[in-house]
């Protein structure tokens, strides 16, 4: 018989009930517990969501309940301590993203993961779904011809209240800004789809809110297999889109949505004289929107086989390492930052803080 994976939960916010419903859906996992700052909203979650306990803190849900799996939706600042308690006591980690504040900090969570023989599952739900799949294979395989250029815009608006909250906006507690914040989603989907970064160039800017960190960036990333992608990132765009077109030797690749997509939100657009060959790249007929349950499902059924994490959940740094490279480049002017220099960078590693140019005038 199959066994069932006892799942704590760590932080009860909006996201967390997305993480609740994955665990719901899964037919051998169970919410065990849930812990919260707020002991009120913690005990509300776990009344809605069928938890037999409320804990007043981690430590002491790890000591009693000994879970299997320990999910973490609390704000980027305390993702490293919580994820290093449970993997030491037993648990594998899924954790929201951005995984930690800096990459210095993922590397201690990935290094404790290693020595604890845990899985560490950061949550970046856009690549999930039957048309990321079906769009990655195409790349891969070949079939579309060679990737050239590429766009990726994350353009969404966050208004002064949703900078109100005190963690926000703030380089100590939120980590980074909407770069950070918003735009790794689309960054992390076109790494999915087109593999490993070669170099960044970025630039942060300041347009309109009160805030410590960038509300928009612009970045130009080059890809390993020779891709050119512009990247814009803004939390001041009223008109809100995520956009990711990839343009090959034989067709282009469009995704346009805001928070998820389905096969309704792609389109394959073959170039001229390429047209016979598009029937082959129709999307499956059965369709899988991107969302948290896929992931969580593809990565208890992972953990339940003992088998390696799905690749909708692994490579836990790569799309960190292409925000962080452009925090690094603005804070250099704009210069070039590799891989090879983001290993060995003297300040970026620990930190995301960077100069922003701000662009407000007093009459704004």
Known sequence: ????????????GGVAQLHARAVAAHPHADLVAVTDSARDKAEAFAAQWGADAVYDDLDALLAAEHPDVVLICTPPGAHPAQAIASVAAGAHV????????????????????????????????????????????????????????????????????????????KWETEGGGTTLGHGIHQLDLLAYLLGDWASVQGRLWRLDRETETEDASTATVVFSNGVVAQVLTSAVSPRETSSIRIDT?????????????????WSITPA?????????WRFPDEEERSDHAPLLRDVFDALLA?????????????????VTAIYASAAADGAVVTPEILAAHPTHRAGLRSPVSDMRTSGA
């Open 306 to 322: 003992g088998a390696p994490l799905p690749a909708t959940a692994d490579a836990p740094a790569r799309s960190f390492e292409l």
């Open 1 to 12: 018989m199959t066994r069932t994976l006892r799942c704590a939960l760590v932080g009860t």
């Open 94 to 169: 899924v954790v929201e993203k951005p995984p930690a504040p800096s990459l210095a900090e993922l590397d201690d969570m990935r290094a404790a993961a290693a020595a604890a023989d845990r899985r560490l599952a950061v949550v970046f739900q856009q690549r999930t779904g039957t048309a990321a799949a079906h769009v990655r294979e195409l790349l891969r395989s070949g079939a579309l011809g060679r990737p050239l250029v590429a766009s990726c815009q994350t353009l969404w608006f966050r208004g002064e209240d949703y900078f109100a909250v005190d963690w926000r906006g």
């Open 249 to 265: 030797q034989k067709a282009t690749i469009t995704v346009d949505h805001l928070y998820g997509h389905g096969h309704d939100n």
């Open 272 to 280: 001229p004289g390429h047209e016979a060959e598009a029937e082959a």
